[in-house]
């Protein structure tokens, strides 16, 4: 568990006690009065059930913290997200063998969903980093033109001129590069393609997709912590990875030109300017990727629940529900201390009202 989340429910434990211990001392004047913050926890206190999902890894690491902190006030309640990537997620979903499902793209008809079937609840936004491993370089800049090249190994060594045009004054080995990627159905590899398309037009040449045909000399690994380590084990690795993952395996991540032309390294600052310039669709779908503004981090990415909009079990749409609120609510407050954005008052509130058109 997160140190600063232990923390804070710690200091939540030693307030309540002393509230409690207060209360045995108070008069029956005062019995009828509701706890501070009980509120919050009593709505959710009468659920019972579980709820099984899968889907994107990229934000495994806060839903995983929202489960645990959800059991606290949903004792009877049993949450299992399995990370299988974004595009099996989809797949089981439309399959009907899960509940729900985490996905950082959108359902395309190949993916088995039914048109009509589902809503989009965005959750929360993190940046996908470019982390590398170059021994004696600690700082690089990587403009999207030369990234497009590396990731389609036009360019094959770190001393690159495209490399060294991006990093003046920076002494750059000849070492040869290797590429990580996703060998699994992945929404980051679909985000971070279209980042490409988007950034590098007439550079980028592969295409986007949860899936794209990566050229042979590439490596593969299974969701981002397959790709982070395959980046770790080896000198001129360079890979994509989430902010989350990236930092649990304290990797190095290079500053990208935004469309302003800044070089930003990943951050939540960065990731929640991005939010600002995204435009929200009807069915709360939105692109940040490569958003303007100077403090823009450019490869910052949504992701979303993907929620049946009838469900056949009126306690199974009551749970959902119920689970899915509390990531919007409570759960918010988790989000900065894994390394993800929280979403922003007005597209909250959306994704809120998403919640009253579940029937069941």
């Not at 797949?91 to 088995?112: P, R, Y």
């Not at 070089?263 to 669709?281: D, H, M, N, R």
Request: include cysteine; charge should be negative; hydrophobic fraction near 35%.
């Amino acid at each position: 568990m997160n140190r600063n989340v232990l923390s804070r429910r710690v200091l939540a434990g030693v307030a309540l006690a002393a509230l409690a211990l207060t209360g045995c001392g108070s008069s029956d004047n005062d019995s009828d009065t509701p706890a501070a913050g009980s509120s919050s926890g009593g709505e959710y206190a009468s659920l019972s059930g579980e709820l099984k999902a899968s889907g994107a890894s990229f934000p495994d690491a806060y839903y995983q913290e929202v489960i645990t902190s959800f059991k606290d006030v949903a004792p009877d309640v049993t949450v299992n997200y399995n990370a299988t990537g974004s595009g099996t997620g989809k797949k089981q979903f439309g399959e009907n063998l899960v509940d729900f499902a985490g996905s950082d793209s959108l359902v395309k008809d190949s993916d088995g969903v039914a048109a009509g079937s589902f809503l989009y609840v965005p959750t929360v936004a993190a940046p996908i980093t470019v982390s590398y491993n170059l021994q004696g370089v600690d700082k690089l800049q990587l403009s999207p033109e030369t990234l497009a090249k590396i990731f389609q190994t036009d360019i094959k060594t770190w001393n690159d001129p495209a490399i060294a045009a991006d990093n003046p004054g920076v002494t750059l080995p000849n070492t040869p590069i290797t590429v990580a990627h996703r060998s699994d159905g992945s929404g980051t590899t679909n985000n971070f393609t279209k980042y490409l398309e988007a950034a590098a037009p007439g550079v980028w040449k592969l295409g986007t997709g949860d899936t794209v045909a990566w050229p042979s000399n590439t490596q593969g690994g299974e969701k981002n912590t397959g790709v982070a380590q395959i980046v770790k084990q080896a000198n001129g690795g360079i890979g994509y990875v989430d902010l989350s993952d990236a930092k649990a395996s304290q990797l190095t991540f290079a500053a990208i030109k935004n469309k302003d032309g800044q070089y930003v390294v990943p951050s939540l600052e960065g990731t929640t300017a991005g939010l600002e310039g995204a435009e929200i669709k009807e069915d709360l779908s939105y692109n940040p990727l490569n958003a303007a503004g100077a403090a823009s981090y450019p490869i910052t990415a949504p992701t979303y629940i993907l929620v049946k909009t009838k469900y056949d079990d009126a306690k199974k749409a009551e749970l959902v529900k119920g689970f899915v609120k509390y990531i919007l609510t409570d759960g918010q407050e988790l989000a900065k201390d894994v390394d993800f954005a929280p979403l922003p008052t007005s597209l909250k509130d959306k994704a809120l009202a998403q919640l009253d058109k579940i029937q069941g």
